[in-house]
C-alpha cells in the first residue's frame, strides 16, 4: 500500500464513520439504524453505532482487505483515524 493509498483510506475510513456515527445520512437511513438497533445505548451493540473509535475499527479492517493489506494496515488505518477523529473534534 502507497502512501498516497493509505491518506486515502484513512480519509475514506474517517468519512464514513463520521457518517455512520453522527449523521442522518441518505432518508435518514443512519440515524433510523441507530434508534432501532438500540435507542437506550444499553447493549454493547447501541453503544458501538455511537463510537468512532468503535466503527472506525471495522470499517478499517474492510479498507485494508480490500486494498490488499493485512494486519499492519488495518491497525494503522484504525489509528490514523482516531487521530483525524481528535483533531477535527476539537
Known sequence: MTPFT???AVLAVYR???LITHEEGPFGAFAWVREKIDPAQKSWLG???NCPAC???WISL???WLLGGGVLEWLGIA?????VNKV???
Open 6 to 8: 493509505f491518506i486515502l
Open 16 to 18: 464514513l464513520t463520521v
Open 47 to 49: 453503544r458501538g453505532l
Open 55 to 57: 466503527v472506525s475499527f
Open 62 to 64: 474492510a479498507a485494508a
Open 79 to 83: 489509528g490514523a483515524v482516531i487521530i
Open 88 to 90: 477535527m473534534s476539537k
